[in-house]
């Protein structure tokens, strides 16, 4: 990238246009699904903010293009460069890409980089956290566009933006970082905001975790589901199951359950193949971030799944098995507190039955269910290399 020849400032010439027309044009450039939501739900609010926040003297319009952008790097550059493309294919003053991409540069979680050559900033989701994600989008997005709005509109040849005066910082939790020279030379990346520490890391899964969407999962597991209820039913017509609910205790129960859902997750991963053994060796780098967010995607699907079925036992149990027949089996006083464990009982026995039935469901349509548009696309772009690998 560093020998292809630089827009010169194209952007600049734009604003200075838009300044005169009092319009300025900030697209937004989402991926499909939850960055598409994010960026249709910012572009009706962003217009007044920017005014308020960025520059009130101009009319500012942000209109929102769905793109794929690249496909499954964890770096940067691509990203910047598909947006500068779509910027200028629409004549757009300056562009922000919504992905839903981790990206790493320099072994930093980076969560925004602007590159004022390229008049656009991109902006990773993931890093952002799966909590309070639209008003951090909101908050980052309308920095990057105060940053790309001064940087363009005061460059000059003979002077770089003023960096120094811009180096320190923070928004939220995310820390403006110097971009290593070689990020500022080879593909023009004048500010960055990294996601440091264990809390950006943390955040970062849990943002990945969101964009696979793992409640999504549930209908892919119907002969799962038909089975654990099934079991679960069987558990609250059978009277000698009451008997060992009311038996095994808190710490057993705990341990089944825990068991249970440990067994669920780990035949979903292995029955249909999600874990991740790639053979290239840059792959094989970031295969634990990919197969971790696996097993915490499918982990969240089976919990969801528990904590539905638990709740229908329960209210089951309450309506069909009677007080009185329900006393003189365990031969003791019987409240709410006997309903929840035995609820809690049947709950683990079924998603134990429920393995079973996760095994009959088709591949494809887990997978489907199992990730989110990047990581879809990021597996099939492994599945045909590892084709023409074979070959």
Same mark, same amino acid.
């Given at each position: ?43 009706? %609010? ?17 209109? +929102?293009? +769905? ?48 590159? /004022? *050559? ?8 993931? @890093? ?24 363009? !509109? ?11 005066? *811009? ?10 970082? %110097? ?5 500022? !030379? @080879?593909?023009?990346?004048? =500010? ?29 597991? !119907? ?6 209820? @099934? ?23 705990? =341990? ?13 991963? +292995?029955?249909?193949?999600?874990? #991740?053994?790639?053979?290239?060796? #840059?792959?094989?780098?970031? /295969? ?16 969801? /799944? ?43 026995? /079924? ?11 088709? #591949?494809?349509?887990?997978? %489907? ?9 990021? *597996?099939?772009?492994?599945?045909? %290399? #590892?084709?023409?690998? !074979? *070959?």
């Amino acid at each position: 990238m560093a020998d292809e020849p630089r827009e010169p400032f194209p952007s600049a010439d734009r604003l200075a246009q838009s300044k005169s027309a009092s319009s300025v044009v900030l697209g937004l450039v989402p991926a499909p699904d939850i960055p598409e939501k994010i960026a249709t739900d910012l572009a009706s %609010e962003l217009p007044e903010l920017l005014g308020r926040r960025v520059d009130g003297g101009v009319s500012w319009e942000v209109p +929102v293009e +769905v793109d794929p952008l690249t496909g499954t790097d964890r770096e940067a550059p691509e990203i910047l460069d598909a947006c500068r493309e779509r910027r200028q294919r629409e004549g757009w003053d300056l562009a922000i890409s919504l992905t839903d991409l981790p990206v790493y540069r320099q072994d930093t979680l980076v969560a925004a980089d602007v590159s /004022a *050559q390229r008049g656009v900033a991109g902006l990773s989701l993931p @890093a952002l956290g799966a909590m309070w994600l639209r008003p951090r989008a909101r908050e980052l997005t309308l920095q990057l566009a105060g940053e790309l709005y001064e940087r363009t !509109k005061e460059h000059r040849p003979e002077q770089s933006p003023a960096r120094s005066s *811009q180096s320190t910082g923070s928004v939220g939790s995310f820390r403006r970082v %110097e971009p290593p020279d070689e990020d500022m !030379k @080879a593909i023009d990346v004048d =500010a960055r905001f990294a996601a440091p520490g264990v809390l950006g890391h943390l955040r970062l899964w849990s943002g990945m975790v969101l964009a696979n969407r793992p409640w999504k999962m549930l209908p892919a597991f !119907k002969s799962a589901i038909a089975a654990a209820f @099934a079991t679960g039913a069987y558990v609250l017509v059978i009277s000698s199951m009451w008997l060992l609910a009311d038996a095994v205790g808190f710490w057993r129960l705990l =341990a089944l359950m825990v068991t249970a859902i440990v067994a669920m997750v780990a035949w979903i991963i +292995v029955a249909h193949y999600l874990w #991740e053994r790639p053979q290239d060796s #840059e792959q094989r780098k970031w /295969a634990p971030l990919y197969n971790g967010v696996t097993v915490l995607t499918v982990s969240s699907a089976v919990l969801l /799944a528990y904590a539905i079925l638990f709740a229908l036992l329960f209210v089951a149990a309450w309506v069909f098995v009677p007080g009185g027949y329900f006393h003189s089996i365990l031969k003791h006083q019987v409240g709410i507190g006997e309903y929840l464990i035995l609820s809690w009982f049947g709950a683990s026995l /079924a998603t134990v039955a429920g393995v079973l039935g996760a095994s009959l469901e088709d #591949e494809e349509t887990v997978r %489907e269910a199992s990730y989110g548009y990047r990581q879809r696309r990021r *597996q099939d772009a492994n599945d045909s %290399e #590892e084709g023409s690998a !074979k *070959q």
